[in-house]
């Protein structure tokens, strides 16, 4: 669209308001709202952006004594040169007046800046030979908290939506159907369509099944469905978390990427009820770059408490038709649905490294002819596999070394998102947990 045709979406919304974004590392989206007046200029020649978004962590504290070399008090944390993306245009249904546009950010040569994640993903279609078609599902604990009361409950005895083990029940939400209908109508109503929502095994916890769509756009809606559902279940007062585990006695929540490839109107996947050639040589390419990988799927300290046996998680580099114990799940399906599934990844992972990690991979397999191990039934019971690394200081430290990484996602992107991760693991190995007062405080 162009800026007047915009404009005359504007008058008939009666916008007055504009809300202007971009997502950080974590994925974690950072943004402003401004005036109709200053959308206009904004749109027309750019804005400045603070370039902050890559030089602190998820809580806002400024890296230092990691080299993250982008942006620091060296720099002065200038301003980046924001773009507005026209063609991301959205209105905010639970916001009347307002719009939503994502920001692409530049440095002062005019340079998308590496380290952004939309443009990481941008780079890896770039080399795609084919038509890249992506689509995410989010599972999700919901609670009836506020970021108050969770604080003043120091996270702890935490009320769920709703109470028991109870996957797929309509019960449930039915019971809940003012969010659950609100989730359903106003994601729709802001360009994130769900096929499905239901609820999962555990006390308050549903999967979202965002629709199929072209690779960035469908990375957007991945990107844009978390902070989405963050604000229209404040609404209700209900709070979402999607990390990877919350709880040790509950499965953790997975964040699964659903891929295939297309030519000429054609899926290549399909195969006549089995993997084609080339879905098998993008599978042999997933699996071989998994352990490298790994971070841009699994980002946080938490990511690896999911990694563990007989939880619907996977914890090695194996694949299967059909099968969810794998890390990849091979769906022959129809000249329509044949597509591949990332099992591996989180509901913490920032989308569109996850995603320009899945597509890397992949090609590379493409590329490079690979012919994948044999399918298994079982994964958990699978010896000879490849385990998945198991914290995310090795999955760093793998990605830091991989020289496949850095062909695909170019060196300036892999070392200050390695170091991004040696700051998480600094932050995390000086913590005290409560598991370490409980168990160590008095009796030591």
């Given at each position: 669209m162009t800026l007047n045709e915009i404009l005359q979406k504007f008058d008939k919304a009666n916008v007055t308001r504009v809300k202007l974004g971009t997502f950080d590392i974590d994925?974690?989206?950072?943004?402003?709202?401004?005036?109709?007046?200053?959308?206009?200029?904004?749109?027309?020649?750019?804005?400045?952006?603070?370039?902050?978004?890559?030089?602190?962590?998820?809580?806002?504290?400024?890296?230092?004594?990691?080299?993250?070399?982008?942006?620091?008090?060296?720099?002065?944390?200038?301003?980046?040169t924001a773009r507005v993306d026209l063609e991301s245009f959205r209105l905010i249904p639970w916001e009347a007046g307002t719009a939503f546009f994502l920001l692409d950010l530049f440095d002062k040569n005019g340079e998308p800046l590496p380290m952004a994640p939309r443009q990481v993903l941008r780079r890896v279609l770039a080399r795609a030979p084919s038509d890249v078609y992506l689509s995410a599902e989010y599972e999700f604990f919901l609670f009836r908290e506020t970021p108050q009361s969770l604080r003043d409950k120091s996270y702890l005895g935490l009320t769920s939506l709703s109470p028991g083990m109870f996957g797929y029940s309509v019960l449930r939400a039915s019971a809940n159907s003012p969010v659950v209908l609100d989730l359903f109508d106003q994601l729709a109503a802001f360009n994130i369509s769900l096929e499905g929502l239901h609820t999962e095994t555990g006390p308050g916890v549903f999967e979202g099944a965002i629709a199929v769509d072209h690779a960035l756009a469908a990375a957007d809606k991945a990107a844009l469905f978390k902070t989405a559902v963050k604000e229209i279940c404040s609404r209700h007062q209900i709070l979402p978390t999607f990390m990877a585990k919350w709880s040790p006695d509950l499965p953790g929540s997975g964040g699964h990427i659903h891929q295939s490839l297309w030519n000429m109107g054609r899926n290549i996947f399909h195969g006549d009820g089995v993997p084609s050639p080339t879905m098998l040589s993008y599978i042999a390419g997933l699996i071989r770059n998994l352990t490298d990988f790994m971070p841009l799927f699994c980002p946080t300290i938490n990511s690896y408490k999911r990694i563990v046996p007989g939880t619907w998680a996977p914890i090695n580099a194996t694949w299967g038709i059909d099968?969810?114990?794998?890390?990849?799940?091979?769906?022959?399906?129809?000249?329509?649905?044949?597509?591949?599934?990332?099992?591996?990844?989180?509901?913490?992972?920032?989308?569109?490294?996850?995603?320009?990690?899945?597509?890397?991979?992949?090609?590379d397999g493409i590329a490079n002819e690979l012919e994948p191990p044999s399918p298994v039934t079982n994964a958990y019971e699978q010896p000879g596999a490849t385990p998945l690394p198991r914290t995310l200081a090795e999955a760093t430290s793998n990605f830091y070394n991989s020289a496949r990484a850095r062909d695909w996602f170019g060196d300036a992107f892999v070392e200050h998102f390695a170091a991004t991760r040696q700051w998480e693991i600094q932050q995390f190995n000086k913590a005290v947990t409560n598991w370490e007062l409980s168990r160590y405080f008095e009796l030591i």
């Open positions: 994925g974690v989206l950072r943004g402003k709202h401004v005036s109709r007046q200053k959308f206009e200029s904004a749109a027309a020649t750019g804005l400045g952006f603070c370039d902050v978004i890559f030089g602190w962590d998820i809580g806002d504290v400024l890296y230092d004594k990691v080299p993250v070399t982008v942006t620091g008090w060296h720099t002065g944390y200038p301003d980046a099968n969810r114990t794998a890390a990849v799940r091979a769906i022959p399906g129809s000249a329509k649905s044949a597509r591949v599934e990332m099992r591996v990844t989180g509901a913490d992972g920032n989308p569109y490294l996850a995603m320009a990690a899945c597509v890397a991979a992949g090609l």
